[in-house]
């Protein structure tokens, strides 16, 4: 069947908007009907170059939702008609990662950088970001990398859960394990930082710190849990202080767009004994250097924790973030300050690079 897609076909190109073919769904596949796609900064970095040029050219988009059109031969569990959200990580649930209950660590997940050749288009045959490709209207998408959601939840709210409030929520209350009481910071309130702020607050976290440049995500942030809101890492530096009776941070969330190399050593400044920077931000991967003072991190018992998917089990993450959104616990709705056509994607990024939204959504509607 024919499709269309967004593509980032070179280094720093637009995305192009082509038509594909795509195959129907073989065994353990599905063909989904795209209904939402979230624009996370996770596929600007495909299209930069930071993950090389070689994973180009590429069918991005990884945050998404939609409805079952079709399976293919030995899928169980899912039928025609479900609704589904996108698992940027694939979990088949055998392999060690997933056994130990690691499901974000999937040893099925080499897609993950590759993509998967499904579309076929005016150059051949390109791969789809996580082996999905929300950014395409269908993608044939393997059952592993999908998670059948409850048909009362509105399919934008499953999309924006499906990474970005999944990570940011996961890196607060999974990576660094943020408790009652506690001192946290989030650095970059954007979609991931800014569920990093409603997962701090839900754990109890006492003050929780946002740090953005932009007015905007600081007055966002205060409405969904920050306690606090400021507009560089310097500024939060006599804030924690003060917040914190001189003990410093429990948890520092880096969650900027791009994690540069400058912003190790403010960020774990802000870190106190026994506590812990939690990196989820991506950058160009070719970035090997960091500059922290070991003596500290050894001799204040301090953790720098890497966090992928906020150390969330999709399977079982995704729909327990969907009940806290049912409760009214969690905010989802207000997260989504923007919908935009697949043909009006450039926009979308151009305003995510000018941090005019929080989260902004491809609605297949329009
Ligand atoms: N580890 C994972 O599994 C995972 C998953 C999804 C996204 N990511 C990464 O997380 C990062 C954030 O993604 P996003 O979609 O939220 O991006 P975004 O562009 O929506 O948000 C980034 C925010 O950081 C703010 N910011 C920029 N520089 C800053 C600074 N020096 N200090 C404070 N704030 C600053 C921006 O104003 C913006 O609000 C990206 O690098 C993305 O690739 C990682
Ligand atoms: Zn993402
Ligand atoms: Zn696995």
Not at 122 to 133: D, L, Q
Not at 172 to 182: E, F, S, T, Y
Not at 292 to 300: E, I, P, R, S, Y
Not at 302 to 318: M, V
Request: aromatic letters at 6%; charged letters at 20%.
């Amino acid at each position: 069947m024919k499709t269309r897609a967004a593509v980032a076909y070179e280094v720093n190109g637009p995305w192009v908007i082509d038509e594909f073919e795509i195959e129907d769904p073989g065994p353990e596949e599905i063909l989904i009907k795209m209904a939402y796609a979230g624009l996370c900064h996770s596929d600007e970095h495909v299209r930069l170059g930071d993950f090389t040029e070689a994973v180009l050219p590429m069918v991005c988009g990884h945050e998404g939702s939609g409805v079952v059109e079709a399976v293919g031969p030995g899928v169980r569990g899912l039928a025609v008609g479900d609704h589904v959200a996108a698992s940027f990580i694939p979990s088949c649930g055998r392999c060690p990662s997933c056994a130990e209950g690691m499901q974000y660590l999937c040893d099925n997940g080499e897609e993950i950088q590759r993509g998967k050749a499904r579309h076929k288009g005016p150059t051949g045959m390109v791969r789809a970001m996580s082996g999905i490709g929300t950014f395409s209207e269908y993608s044939v998408v393997h059952e592993n990398s999908i998670v059948k959601v409850g048909d009362w939840y509105p399919l934008d709210a499953v999309a924006v859960t499906s990474c970005g409030v999944a990570t940011g929520w996961g890196s607060a209350v999974n990576v660094a394990g943020v408790k009652a009481g506690d001192t946290v910071v989030v650095i970059g309130t954007g979609g991931i930082g800014i569920n990093a702020v409603q997962g701090a607050a839900m754990a109890g976290a006492a003050n929780v710190i946002a740090v953005d440049p932009v007015e905007m995500k600081r007055e966002f942030a205060q409405t969904v849990g920050a306690t606090h809101a400021v507009s560089s890492i310097e500024e939060a530096g006599p804030l924690v202080e003060e917040l914190s009776w001189g003990r410093g941070a429990n948890s520092v969330l880096l969650t900027v767009g791009d994690a540069t190399s400058d912003l190790f050593a403010p960020a774990m400044a802000l870190v106190g004994k026994a506590g812990s920077l939690t990196l989820t931000s991506l950058s160009n991967v070719t970035q090997n250097e960091i500059t922290l003072n070991t003596v500290d991190l050894a001799m204040m018992g301090k953790h720098l924790h890497g966090s992928i998917y906020g150390y969330c089990n999709p399977r079982s993450d995704i729909p327990k973030l969907l009940r806290l959104y049912d409760q009214g616990k969690l905010k989802l709705d207000e997260l989504i300050t923007a919908r935009y056509k697949l043909d009006d994607i450039n926009e979308g990024y151009r305003a995510m690079h000018a941090g005019e939204n929080i989260r902004a959504v491809i609605d297949y509607s329009l």
